[in-house]
Nanobody, 123 residues
Framework: QVQLVESGGGLVQAGGSLRLSCAAS????????MGWFRQAPGKEREFVAL???????YYADAVKGRFTISRDNAKNAVYLQMSSLQPEDTAVYYC?????????????????WGQGTQVTVSS
């Protein structure tokens, strides 16, 4: 069982930056692939970024070059550094943990989810 708690969301102007954190409970954190997803009002939840247990990363095209995902297994944490934020990045951001060894951008591939943190980008 893994419990995930996101933090670091807030209100930022376009062009600004935010760093999201996700704290995980459990002694097997390093064995999980960790993903970030987001859900904007009236839209479906979508993949943002993924970091495998090996450190390999994947990004959605919409955030590539602007967002960076990282993890610190010693702290049981995963981070999402977001730069050059735009109003279309406004959403609730969720972290999620996946037990499998296969990278996935699919929501139903993930076993555990946090409650989310709101990111609002003003124009």
């Amino acid at each position: 069982q893994v419990q995930l708690v996101e933090s670091g969301g807030g209100l930022v102007q376009a062009g600004g930056s935010l760093r999201l954190s996700c704290a995980a409970s459990g002694r097997t954190f390093s064995s999980y692939a960790m993903g970030w997803f987001r859900q904007a009002p009236g839209k479906e939840r979508e993949f943002v970024a993924l970091i495998m247990r090996t450190g390999t990363t994947y990004y959605a095209d919409a955030v590539k070059g602007r967002f960076t995902i990282s993890r610190d297994n010693a702290k049981n944490a995963v981070y999402l550094q977001m730069s050059s934020l735009q109003p279309e990045d406004t959403a609730v951001y969720y972290c999620a943990a996946d037990k499998s060894f296969v990278p996935s951008v699919l929501i139903n591939a993930y076993d555990y989810w946090g409650q989310g943190t709101q990111v609002t980008v003003s124009s």
